[in-house]
């Protein structure tokens, strides 16, 4: 794979590339059924073995969970890189550009990278559809580019994020030298299931047999069913809060003043009991806003405590690997992309991944008012998501993204959040509730909040994965991130 990020690629070419993929079935903007019929894994081993097999031309950690895929993702690349070696990952959606789905040694996928990229799996889609296994979809050819680029880099490891679910995301045709699932929470219930179980079914789909499992799910009902998905593949599992654990503690510098709140960093306190341990029990400073970041980081650490039992002998030092966590930047976690005043991006879109946003900054920012701008999809939870932000925020600009159609509409988004606020009121009459503005779309609705905040305030775009791209593509100063 091409890592010159300076090298010229002809526009017509790029676009003509661009659109080939987006000229084909794309679940990202509208799901269908979970099933076989849809979601193919059949026609992506075939589509690969047209390619070579590039996925096994490297090691592969296969990362599926509800939240905090993307984040134990980059985490356990950024370590891997660390000890020496070259490291992929594959990472979806992306935020402003498609090639940021496929980075090896840390920089994303060239322009020109993915133009070469798109011309050799064309041949191979073509010979698909020849032999009636159907037309590939933007995911199916997104992820084969993926792993064709990583093994053109001579990647020694490969991060490699699930999309949807896991048991029959195009990622699962892979055999992985370890299994993580993080944390399990209700979204895509259309799609994988109403419960916390039937959702851990479909994660724990990745389970391969005799491969380490790591876990940093906590629902009791997510565990039951990854280790029993485990037991049955006699595969080692790892768990938090019982094979290792973490405790979270901001650090804040008292002297600073109300326009320089950024926390300095948290210190995370790892303890493993794994046998032979590498890593062992230590102290990690972390610099990403929230609790819910410990688990994260202590679920890569885990991995890489997993793995390097393959090694010969430590290949990095925890000062070094511990210097490498403390620049960790992952871009729409709570992405601080101003200072003065304090403005934050995050790509939260489920009830307990706003919840722990919202959490976050109780904790890092207890003394300021909050401004929240928000959007969702129709398929998402917005109401308890409304719900959430209506009492833990002074004011809300409900608005509607523009760069994917399962939106919802701004008068949808105002209805259920003032039937939602007139029955707080009724039934806790004492307790606050945010007033309700809005805003026909999301650089409108960020210079409405900006109006309303005052240099001691935090303003926060959520919601969305769609919303936070739209909101970074404003901002300016987006260089400064934190998840």
């Known amino acids: 794979m091409n890592l010159d990020p300076g090298e010229k690629v002809d526009p017509a070419a790029y676009q003509a590339a661009i659109d080939y993929l987006y000229s084909r079935i794309n679940y990202e903007k509208g799901h269908a059924s979970y099933s076989e019929s849809n979601y193919r894994l059949d026609r992506m081993r075939r589509l690969l073995a047209l390619l070579g097999d590039p996925q096994n031309r490297y090691h592969i950690v296969h990362v599926a969970g509800t939240k905090g895929k993307g984040t134990t993702s980059c985490a356990l690349a950024a370590l891997l890189d660390t000890c020496s070696f070259r490291v992929g ?254 403005q934050i991006v995050d790509s939260a879109h489920n009830p307990a991944s706003v919840a722990a946003a919202m959490d976050a900054l109780d904790v890092h920012f207890p003394d300021a008012s909050r401004t929240i701008v928000f959007a969702s999809s129709r398929d998402k939870d917005f109401e308890e998501m409304l719900r959430i932000l209506l009492v833990r925020s002074q004011r809300i600009v409900l608005t509607a993204y523009q760069n994917n159609v399962r939106g919802i509409a701004v008068s949808d988004l105002q209805a259920a959040a003032q039937q939602i606020a007139a029955r707080i009121r009724q039934t806790f009459p004492k307790v606050g509730v945010a007033e309700i503005l809005t805003a026909p779309d999301a650089a409108t609705a960020w210079k409405l909040a900006e109006r309303c905040t005052t240099s001691n305030d935090v303003l926060c775009g959520i919601g969305s994965f769609f919303l936070a791209a739209e909101l970074l593509s404003l901002t300016t100063s987006s260089s400064q991130s934190v998840s």
Request: aromatic residues 6%; glycine residues 6%.
């Open 89 to 342: 990952v594959y990472t979806s959606p992306h935020l402003l550009r498609l090639e940021e789905r496929i980075r090896c040694v840390g920089r994303d996928c060239s322009a020109m990278e993915l133009v070469r990229l798109v011309n050799r799996i064309r041949e191979a889609a073509a010979i698909l559809e020849e032999e009636g296994s159907g037309r590939p979809t933007f995911f199916e050819l997104t992820t084969a580019m993926g792993m064709l680029g990583f093994a053109d880099a001579k990647c020694d490891y490969v991060v490699l994020e699930v999309g949807l679910g896991g048991r029959l995301d195009s990622t699962n045709v892979c055999q992985p030298v370890a299994c993580v699932i993080t944390s399990i929470s209700l979204d895509h219930q259309a799609q994988l299931g109403d419960t916390i179980s039937a959702i851990a079914g479909e994660k724990a789909g990745i389970i391969k047999a005799g491969i380490p499992v790591i876990s940093t799910a906590r629902h009791p009902d997510a565990r039951a069913v990854i280790a029993r998905v485990a037991g049955e593949q006699r595969a080692p599992l790892y768990l938090i809060d019982r094979d290792f654990s973490v405790t979270w503690q901001p650090i804040f510098n008292r002297d600073q003043t109300a326009v320089e709140r950024s926390p300095a960093h948290a210190e995370v306190d790892y303890q493993t009991l794994l046998p032979c341990s590498w890593i062992g029990n230590s102290r990690w400073p972390l610099p990403l806003l929230g609790r819910h970041q410990a688990d994260n980081l202590a679920g890569a650490l885990t991995v890489l405590d997993v793995v390097a039992k393959q090694w010969k002998q430590p290949r990095a030092s925890n000062s070094a690997l511990q210097a490498t966590v403390l620049g960790l930047r992952v871009p729409a976690r709570l992405q601080i992309v101003s200072q003065t005043p304090l």
